[in-house]
T-cell receptor, first 113, second 112 residues
């Protein structure tokens, strides 16, 4: 089944404790992206990657890191999480090397205390 | 400054009662406008891409149209299973990079 998977789905952590949210797709897509979704603000792009070893900042990259060492994986790293990073996070991938027809993962709900 | 505005925020329809959702945008160089559907607790699901004014796309009871300043998602004879939040997103051509901006969505509820 073609899909984007994220782990964990739910995470409660404390301020300053480094964490990684994994994202994997099995569709051989070149393009991958991370978003956060907050009430009243909609989906905002954090980082995106056009291909392996190619990443770029989205609208809200502060406090996040990403890496793209393999085509299928695009982890999101929070080196020192803070409460304002409490949010619902989505990973997405696309075949066409852009934003067209993105497939979204199921989401990761992160709470930073 | 909001670049993508969706209205209404929420809409309640009876089954069979057709209506339209609006997405207005203010970007200068539109590269693409996308519609997604999001069910509670799930990631958005792609519906349509529109590239230029005058373009239309259809899928079952949904039809998306595009002008130079806005897009409409027309829902004809909706059913309860069409209940969801509908999101639009605009890709702006900035010359050096692509910027994607989502609206905050329209929550649609279709009742029997």
């Amino acid at each position: 089944e073609a899909q984007v998977t994220q782990n964990p789905r739910y995470l409660i952590t404390v301020t300053g404790k480094k964490l990684t949210v994994t994202c994997s797709q099995n569709m051989n897509h070149e393009y991958m992206s991370w978003y956060r979704q907050d009430p009243g603000l909609g989906l905002r792009q954090i980082y995106y990657s056009m291909n392996v070893e190619v990443t770029d900042k989205g609208d809200v990259p502060e406090g996040y890191k990403v890496s793209r060492k393999e085509k299928r994986n695009f982890p999101l790293i929070l080196e020192s999480p803070s409460p304002n990073q409490t949010s619902l996070y989505f990973c997405a991938s696309s075949l066409y090397g852009g934003f067209n027809e993105q497939f979204f993962g199921p989401g990761t709900r992160l709470t930073v205390l | 400054e909001d670049q993508v505005t969706q209205s209404p925020e929420a809409l309640r329809l009876q089954e069979g009662e057709s209506s339209s959702l609006n997405c207005s945008y203010t970007v200068s160089g539109l590269r693409g406008l996308f519609w997604y559907r999001q069910d509670p607790g799930k990631g958005p699901e792609f519906l349509f891409t529109l590239y230029s004014a005058g373009e239309e796309k259809e899928k079952e009871r949904l039809k998306a149209t595009l002008t130079k300043k806005e897009s409409f998602l027309h829902i004809t004879a909706p059913k309860p299973e069409d209940s969801a939040t509908y999101l639009c997103a605009v890709q702006e051509d900035t010359g050096t990079a692509s910027k994607l901006t989502f609206g905050t969505g329209t929550r649609l509820q279709v009742t029997l």
